[in-house]
């Protein structure tokens, strides 16, 4: 069974993206800020990374600088209301797969986490 981690500071963020998964045979584990979510990261080794930007403690673009500097190969998609073309830019740069914006739809999320064969 595939793992998904979803990292924001949004409960309900968090909320509806499970909601999203719950047609897919995946683990979900849930993080409620950058620092923990980089912990799971390494503790739970996911198959997928669902990730906020603007979070606090550790934001979603230090959590992708950590994951290039580890050479992790997880697949991230982020998931922000921060849709500014400089943000995106940022993100694909950093390895980001794909990017969703907030609020969600649900179509472009079946497509974004194509990234992970389910």
Known sequence: ?????????????????????????????????????????????????LLDLHMPHKDGFSILEDLEEEWMGIPVVIVSGDSQEETISACEYYGAKAFLKKPVVLEEFKEAIKVLPL
């Open 1 to 49: 069974m595939k793992k998904i981690l979803i990292v924001d500071d949004a409960a309900d963020s968090r909320l509806i993206l499970k909601s999203m998964l719950r047609n897919y045979d995946v683990e979900v584990v849930e993080a409620n800020d950058g620092v923990d979510g980089w912990k799971k990261i390494v503790a739970e080794q996911p198959d997928l990374v």
